[in-house]
Nanobody
Framework: QVQLVESGGGLVQAGGSLRLSCAASGFTFSNYAMGWFRQAPGKEREFVAVISRSGGYTSTANSVKGRFTISRDNAKNTVYLQMNSLKPEDTAVYYC????????????????????WGQGIQVTVSS
């Protein structure tokens, strides 16, 4: 059974940090690029960060660049999102997602390219 389970969300004050984790099971994790997306109330789901199959390539959205870092541990089938200097506008439900890739240096920031999603986890940043 293919599954992604996020953890580590919660309530934090502006300027604080959180680390999200996403544990994968039921598929060959190292064959998939992994992405983080978020969705705020009344807004569309948007790209946050992505990491290639072995972790050699990453990309982050301009809105979080320099504050958020994506990483993965293929031995633990887990992808992480370290979020620093959090702002109230980072408040959203955060989702991890998996995208099968044939090659290492290929990944996507498009929501529609991802076929496996976690259930999402709430991150709330208070001002």
């Amino acid at each position: 059974q293919v599954q992604l389970v996020e953890s580590g969300g919660g309530l934090v004050q502006a300027g604080g940090s959180l680390r999200l984790s996403c544990a994968a099971s039921g598929f060959t994790f190292s064959n998939y690029a992994m992405g983080w997306f978020r969705q705020a109330p009344g807004k569309e789901r948007e790209f946050v960060a992505v990491i290639s199959r072995s972790g050699g390539y990453t990309s982050t959205a301009n809105s979080v660049k320099g504050r958020f870092t994506i990483s993965r541990d293929n031995a633990k089938n887990t992808v992480y999102l370290q979020m620093n200097s959090l702002k109230p506008e980072d408040t959203a439900v955060y989702y991890c997602a998996a995208d099968y890739q044939h090659v290492e240096n290929s990944f996507s920031s498009r929501v529609t390219d991802y076929d496996t999603w976690g259930q999402g986890i709430q991150v709330t940043v208070s001002s």
